[in-house]
């Protein structure tokens, strides 16, 4: 009775066919397996064919988009920034994986059904098979009208817009390639520097202890500069007291750099660290100048600055590669052992230290000197004596009967200067020169050690008091020029 109950079964099957869910025959079920296969297969196909379609877009695209001119046109927000080459990827990929999942979601429910689980209306399940696929053949006609449109109106706004102001574009991007050829070069030294240390503290802790001492000799420092500031200002004079604290932030500043110089003079044979410093520095200006403050470039600032930017470049190359050779130098004698810190811990802390404590002595001296030859007609009975004894230099006195230019002058510290400064120009011995003539009554500005207008000034005076011009010239071009004579005459009376 079973076998014929069985037979039967078998034989209405294969008439008429299995009936599922909702009256679902195994042939609908495998039509809408094999219908589903198809529609992914054929949809994938097409996004395939789209892809080669957005690439050759992309390809053609990349000869603007990674221009210079674009870059600037972008960093202005004249066009978008965002990337016109490689979107194309992206947007095709996650549009396969959303049709791959689609087609996994109805394939799962054709098992369903298959399996008596779930139950739906044949019709409309097969429609559900043909919206799977049209809708999906839509979207990817509308990824390449999409991203065609895209690219063509980026394109269009960018050659309109260079048409009209390419010059102002490749002024920019001249600009913006600056910043990235100093940025390069600064990262490549302070890789280097970074190796250095490394390198230095897996032999000896003798660097971040004189740290340690270089940061206390600072606030001592500083607090002594405030002494000096409170005694030479005891009238609390408002104008005065901003003008003195303004030089003290000056010299806390060249305390800062001279003293980290003296920590890596004994490695000078291989790296001119003031080299270092200079780079760090131009790199730090360009930074603080044009940065937006999230880390990017603000070129509506970089295109109008009137800033030179030639200095920043001037032997740039040749700079860095010879600080990160010298330092890589080093960094490969330490970690080889050919060159042993810890057995010259005792002579280098010693002379490290001495450097650092001379530096401090001579700022405080120069600092004393400077203010003193800022009070408007002060009276000194006596010479002010210095931080240290052995180095008693008197500041300039000054009577209430006579004017600054009537004193002989007295100079800070001997020096010979020996080249000419353009305005503008940077060099430790225009600081020397500010703080000499600041002395004499003569500068007026911030010991900062550029060639500045008030600089020009008070070279203009000196030469005027002592007879270098007359100011009745008729060509006035050597107003201020720090040339030969001016330097014959000024070496003459520091150095006798």
Known sequence: MKKIGLGLFVLVAFMGGLTFAAGSTSSELKSFSNKLE?????????????????????????????????????????????????????????????????????????????????????????????????????????????????????????????????????????????????????????????????????????????????????????????????????????????????????????????????LYAVFSENFDYGIYQDLASNYAELHQMFDNGSGKVNCPILLTSTLNFNPYLRDLDQKSSAVVTGMDAVTYALNNNSLNLVSLEQKLAAKISSSLSSLTTTLLRDFRLMLNAQLPQQKVEKSEVVANPSQNIPAPIVSNQSQVGETNPVAPVKTTFTQAFKKGQYHEQVKSLQTLLASWGLYHGTINGVYDKATIEAVYQFQLKYGVVTGKEKKKTGYGRFGVQTRAKINQLING
């Open 38 to 262: 198809n529609h992914k297969n054929s949809l994938l196909k097409n996004l395939s064919g789209s892809e080669n379609k957005l690439r050759s877009i992309a390809r053609d695209n990349k000869r603007f988009s990674e221009s210079r001119l674009f870059n600037a046109a972008s960093c202005l927000g004249v066009v978008t920034g965002e990337n016109q080459t490689l979107d194309y990827s992206v947007l095709t990929k996650n549009l396969k994986n959303s049709i791959l999942n689609e087609y996994i979601k109805l394939d799962g429910e054709i098992k369903k059904m298959s399996y008596g689980i779930a139950s739906g209306d044949s019709l409309i399940f097969g429609n559900s098979l043909d919206n799977f696929y049209n809708q999906n053949a839509l979207k990817i006609t509308g990824l390449e009208s999409d991203y065609y449109s895209k690219s063509a109106q980026v394109r269009k706004t960018y050659e309109q817009y260079i048409k009209n102001n390419e010059a102002l574009l490749e002024t920019l991007a001249g600009r913006i390639d600056t910043l990235a050829k100093v940025d390069k070069a600064m990262n490549e030294v302070n890789k280097s520097f970074s190796g250095l240390n490394n390198a230095i503290d897996k032999q000896t802790n003798l660097w971040k202890n004189l740290e340690n001492t270089r940061t206390d000799l600072g606030k001592s420092l500083d607090s002594q500069l405030s002494q000096i500031i409170s005694e030479t200002n005891g009238s609390g004079d408002a104008e005065l007291q901003a003008k003195f604290l303004s030089h003290k932030v000056n010299f806390l500043k060249k305390f800062e750099k001279e003293s980290k110089k003296a």
